[in-house]
Nanobody, 115 residues
Framework: QVQLVESGGGLVQPGGSLRLSCAAS????????MGWYRQAPGKQRELVAA???????NYLDSVKGRFTISRDNAKNTVYLQMNSLKPEDTAVYYC?????????WGQGTQVTVSS
């Protein structure tokens, strides 16, 4: 049974930081590309950051320079370090794992940026 469990969301003031974690089980983690998506109310889900099995990263333009995705294959965990947070970063953040025909999602964690 595949599980992706996100943690680290919460309420933070503008300019603050959060680190999201996604712990995976039931997959050969090192083979999977991992991604963080987000969905704000009334908006479509969008890819925020992704990291391939080889460690190549890509980012949504609006988070470049502020967010960093990383992975620890020994811990089967992917991280999203979010700095200089803005109110427009408020959303539910979802972890995704992808390999060939397999695509799995976590349950999501709420990030709210507000003063």
């Amino acid at each position: 049974q595949v599980q992706l469990v996100e943690s680290g969301g919460g309420l933070v003031q503008p300019g603050g930081s959060l680190r999201l974690s996604c712990a995976a089980s039931g997959i050969i983690f090192r083979l999977y590309a991992m991604g963080w998506y987000r969905q704000a109310p009334g908006k479509q889900r969008e890819l925020v950051a992704a990291i391939t099995s080889g460690g190549t990263t890509n980012y949504l333009d609006s988070v470049k320079g502020r967010f960093t995705i990383s992975r620890d294959n020994a811990k089967n965990t992917v991280y999203l370090q979010m700095n200089s947070l803005k109110p427009e970063d408020t959303a539910v953040y979802y972890c995704n794992s992808h390999h060939v025909m397999n695509d799995y999602w976590g349950q999501g964690t709420q990030v709210t940026v507000s003063s």
